[in-house]
C-alpha cells in the first residue's frame, strides 16, 4: 500500500515539475498613453504561443489602437488581457506593422469583438499570400493552442506607400519599409516622437534575412527612420531602445550586409571568401542568435545583391 502511494505521489510530483510557465504578455509604458509588450528573444513556443515579438497600443480618448494582433486566437486574448490591465476602453483599431504569423493572426480575434483592422494594401495581400502556409506552419508548431484560429488579412487598405490616420487626438503615419517581409511597415507618432519599427528593428538578437527579405530595402529604410530621428523606438523584437542602440545593432549591421557582402557580390568576388572575411564581428556577436543566423544573413545579402 506505502508502495502505491509512494509512486501515486512521484508520479503526481513529476508532472507538476514538467509543467512549464506561460509566457504572459505584460504592459510597459514608452510614454504618455502609449505602451509597448515586450516578448521574449527566443524562438516560438507552445509555451509564448508564438508572442515572441514586440506589440503596442495606444490608449486615446476614443478608443485603444492596437499595433499588431498575436499569432493565434489564443495569443490574441493574451494580448488583450495585457491591455486590460491598463485601459477598459475598447480596442477600436487594429493596424497591423507586416505580414509575418504573429503580426496578424489574432486579426480575426478583434474583429469579431469590433475592431477594425487595417494596414497597407501590400502588407494584407501579402498576409492573404501566405494565410495557409502561415496557418498549417503554426498548427504542426503550436498544436491544439491553435484551435479557433482563423487567418484574416487586414479588412480596410490603405492603397498608397504611407498614409497619415488620426484617431482621438493621436496621428499615425503608417509607411513601408518592405524589409522583413514583402509590404512590411512601421507606425510613426510624429507629435510623441515614437515609432514602432516593425520587423525592421531587431535589438538584443541578430536580424533576420529570410529567403523573402531585402537588405537593400532595410537599409533604406533604416536610414529614412534615422531622419526622423525618435525619441522612443519599440523594435519588432528586443528590448525598447533609443536611436543609438537601433544603430548600432540594426542600421549597422544592415550598412555590412549591403556596403560589405553585397558590394563584394556585385564585384563578383567569390561568396565563399567574402562569407568567411566576414565570418567574425565583435561588434554583433554579442547578439541573441548571431551563431546561428548571421552566415545565412550573408548568404541571402550576397545572393541579393548579386542578382542586381
Known amino acids: 500500500m506505502f508502495k502505491k502511494y509512494l509512486f501515486g505521489f512521484l508520479g503526481a510530483f513529476a508532472a507538476i515539475t514538467t509543467v512549464r510557465a506561460e509566457y504572459q504578455p505584460k504592459a510597459e509604458q514608452v510614454t504618455e498613453n502609449i505602451y509597448a509588450i515586450v516578448g521574449p ?142 509590404g512590411d511597415a512601421w507606425v510613426w507618432l510624429p507629435k510623441r516622437g515614437v515609432i514602432f519599427s516593425g520587423d525592421l528593428i531587431y535589438v538584443d538578437r541578430i536580424l533576420g534575412v529570410l529567403p523573402w527579405s531585402s537588405v537593400k530595402h532595410g537599409q533604406k529604410a533604416f536610414h529614412g527612420l534615422e531622419a526622423l530621428n525618435p525619441k522612443f523606438i519599440v523594435p519588432g523584437h528586443g528590448r525598447l531602445c533609443d536611436l543609438a542602440k537601433a544603430k548600432a545593432e540594426t542600421g549597422d549591421y544592415y550598412d555590412l550586409l549591403a556596403d560589405k557582402v553585397g558590394a563584394a557580390a556585385k564585384e563578383m568576388e567569390p561568396m565563399d571568401a567574402t562569407l568567411a572575411k566576414y565570418a567574425d564581428l565583435p561588434q554583433f556577436k554579442h547578439l541573441e542568435n548571431y551563431d546561428g543566423l548571421h552566415r545565412a544573413n550573408m548568404n541571402r545579402a550576397f545572393t541579393e545583391f548579386e542578382a542586381q
Open 41 to 182: 528573444l527566443g524562438q516560438r513556443s507552445t509555451e509564448n504561443d508564438g508572442l515572441n515579438a514586440n506589440f503596442g497600443f495606444i490608449v486615446t480618448g476614443q478608443g485603444v489602437i492596437l499595433i499588431d494582433s498575436g499569432a493565434s486566437k489564443l495569443g490574441a486574448e493574451k494580448l488583450a488581457r495585457a491591455i486590460k490591465t491598463v485601459t477598459d476602453q475598447p480596442i477600436r483599431w487594429v493596424i497591423n506593422t507586416g505580414s509575418q504569423d504573429h503580426r496578424w493572426m489574432g486579426n480575426d480575434h478583434f474583429a469579431a469583438q469590433g475592431a477594425e483592422v487595417m494596414a497597407l494594401a501590400r502588407t494584407a495581400a501579402t498576409q492573404a499570400q501566405y494565410a495557409e502556409q502561415h496557418m498549417e506552419g503554426l498548427t504542426r508548431f503550436l498544436g491544439e493552442r491553435m484551435a479557433g484560429t482563423r487567418p484574416l488579412p487586414a479588412a480596410k487598405t490603405l492603397q498608397r506607400e504611407s498614409a497619415a490616420l488620426e484617431l482621438g487626438g493621436e496621428t499615425l503615419v503608417l509607411a513601408h519599409t518592405d524589409a522583413h517581409f514583402p
